[in-house]
């Protein structure tokens, strides 16, 4: 018999040999799928009625199987009372159109359910009609269909007064077409099925007449969604995946996002939770929320295009990494309503974080309406959550709002739902104001500043956005330093840090955007793990985790099915858990504990 310890080496290798940064060609062979080269295509409109010229519902209940390479060829809605099946393995491709207004896109309306339940070894695949999935596709290939789009029935805090009537692709934030019903950016009608929400002022057939935050969409499970993001016009543009008042019902876990014209997932509204989210080389925000979402979300990895990229550093491409927002009309919606309350412009937005690492751009040019360069742009009137993460390469940490942005308005006189007076994000933050409302608490800031042109930027700033021209982030940066109070509550009463580096972080890397070759990787994994006094509560969704970021020592929930691996950007990351039990060692004890899995994914 062969000893423990030969026994667990050869476990490991047979795991490490999942991140061989092999093509998806071949994906889904092991739940016995074709090769993607040999599937028969079949147009997705043919099992769509025809609800316009570029668009149909599902006719019924379809299952798309991994035999054949579905072809996303216009916008397909999934209505409501019909579920679309996608079993692991299946690769759908969107068409790319060449008109931002008839983008191919796959839409759930309200009432319609996705189950997309894909497994570490047969993942879900939808991405651009031209991509090989072999790693060859540039990166900056943005933009090449809609993306995927999801609607529910869950809490929101639009009224038609103050966030409508609706404006196609304006971007303003005029999305609402009544009283807690809104119609997703980047649309060009207001058609009842691109709606999210609940209409409160007058009942629509089939639909509820009053938020329910339980609402159950379906499932996403181990599903990629690649090249993504048309532009309807500036500030009106489809995401990588977009959630209109998602419910909580509805599982999102393994996901990721790559190369999304616009932000990689934004949320208007719901309550949907999010676990295990990867995002690379988004045009826009990392993680976007509005209008009172109000999710939990734990372990997201988000990464820009590389430092020596001129898309990134010189034409501005990518974003903040949080922006935040309660409403993009700076209404004062939910004023003085507590969380949870149901009704019109009932509360604000207040997601609950844990464990995410987001590696910047380190960018230094604004880029149309692409000018936050934040870890964190806690914009108008939000509130919420952010504990146990970690920020690299972005030009300022958190950059809290105060009311006087720039066309923008003044939001004087509101409330916080703790009742507090309040003039923007930067009082939901200040301990000074009652119950602190926007909480930033036990993260580490890497970085933030370095890199030119222009002076070095902050950890921790007020009002800085919306200012035009090379690099004016900048201008007049002294009027936008946080006081002594507020440094002493970010660094000693809430636990962050600012460190110019961390061991085992990399923060800046070397990719050829158009060959997709890496010749100098980034690193996400810090070692030792970085403490941390706060812990997420084991509240059946949250898993307590005693370090900040996404990953922990020999913690790797990316693995095999992730792009990552497949472009091997990605170094400093452990294949697999092979410290299972997470007393710092590895050993029989580990190794008994995966026996059961053994030559299994390790997910």
């Not at 507090?420 to 909480?439: E, F, K, M, Q």
Request: aromatic share 8%.
């Amino acid at each position: 018999m062969k000893k423990i310890s030969t026994l667990i080496a050869s476990a490991v290798f047979a795991l490490a040999a999942v991140n061989s940064g092999v093509a998806q060609t071949n994906l889904g062979s092991s739940c016995g799928c074709p090769t993607v080269s040999s599937r028969p295509t079949i147009n997705l409109s043919t099992l769509a009625t025809n609800g316009g010229a570029a668009d149909g519902d599902l006719l019924a209940n379809t299952i798309l199987t991994c035999d054949k390479l579905w072809i996303l060829d216009k916008k397909i809605y999934v209505p409501n009372g019909v579920t679309l099946t996608i079993q692991p393995g299946t690769v759908i491709k969107g068409v790319n159109t060449g008109v931002p207004s008839t983008a191919t896109a796959l839409i759930v309306s309200r009432g319609g359910k996705i189950y997309a339940d894909g497994t570490a070894d047969c993942p879900i695949v939808m991405t651009a009609q031209a991509d090989p999935m072999d790693g060859t596709y540039s990166i900056h290939n943005v933009g090449q269909w809609g993306g995927l789009v999801i609607a529910g029935q869950a809490s929101n805090n639009l009224t038609l007064i103050k966030n409508g009537p609706f404006q196609a692709g304006v971007g303003d934030g005029k999305i609402a077409v009544a009283d807690g019903l809104g119609t997703f950016e980047g649309f060009a009608t207001s058609d009842f099925r691109n709606q999210f929400g609940v209409n409160l002022t007058t009942p629509q057939a089939g639909y509820n007449t009053t938020f329910n935050d339980n609402d159950n969409s379906g499932i996403l499970r181990y599903v990629s969604v690649r090249f993504t993001g048309q532009i309807l016009q500036v500030g009106g543009e489809l995401n990588g995946i977009s959630f209109g008042s998602v419910g909580r019902g509805t599982t999102v876990d393994h996901v990721e996002v790559i190369s999304s014209a616009d932000d990689n997932m934004e949320f208007w509204g719901g309550t949907v939770n999010i676990k295990n989210a990867t995002f690379m080389f988004g045009n826009d925000d990392m993680f976007d929320w509005d209008d009172g979402y109000s999710g939990k979300v734990q372990n997201v990895f988000s990464v820009g295009v590389s430092s020596n990229d001129t898309l990134g550093t010189v034409t501005g491409a990518g974003d903040n990494g949080f922006e935040m927002d309660a409403d993009d009309q700076a209404s004062g919606n939910g004023s003085g309503v507590a969380i949870g309350t149901i009704g019109v412009g009932g509360y604000r937005s207040h997601p609950v974080i844990y464990n995410v690492t987001m590696i910047g751009t380190n960018k230094r040019k604004e880029n149309s309406d692409n000018t936050g360069m934040s870890a964190i742009c806690a914009k108008e009137l939000t509130e919420g959550e952010i504990y146990n993460s970690v920020f690299a390469n972005f030009a300022c940490g958190l950059n809290l709002w105060t009311g006087n942005q720039p066309g923008e308005g003044t939001r004087s006189n509101t409330l916080s739902s703790s009742g507090a007076t309040v003039l923007d994000s930067y009082d939901n933050w200040r301990n000074n104001n009652g119950t602190p409302t926007l909480i930033v608490k036990n993260n580490t800031f890497i970085g933030m500043g370095a890199g030119a042109p222009g002076a070095a930027a902050a950890t921790l700033v007020k009002n800085v956005s919306k200012i035009s021209g090379s690099n004016s982030y900048y201008a007049n940066w002294a009027s936008h330093a946080p006081t002594a109070t507020d440094t002493t509550q970010f660094y000693v009463t809430d636990g962050n840090i600012k460190v110019a580096s961390v061991p085992g972080v990399s923060p800046i890397w070397v990719m050829d955007g158009i060959t997709n070759v890496v010749s100098s990787q980034y690193s996400a994994v810090p070692n030792p793990v970085l403490a941390t006094t706060t812990v997420a509560p084991a509240d059946g969704f949250f898993t307590p985790e005693n370090y900040r970021g996404a990953f922990g020592s020999g913690t790797n929930w990316l693995s095999g099915w992730a792009y990552a691996t497949m472009l091997q950007t990605t170094g400093g990351l452990a294949p697999c858990p092979t410290d299972i039990n997470h007393d710092g060692i590895t050993n029989n004890v580990d190794f008994l504990i995966l026996l059961g899995n053994f030559n299994q994914s390790c997910n």
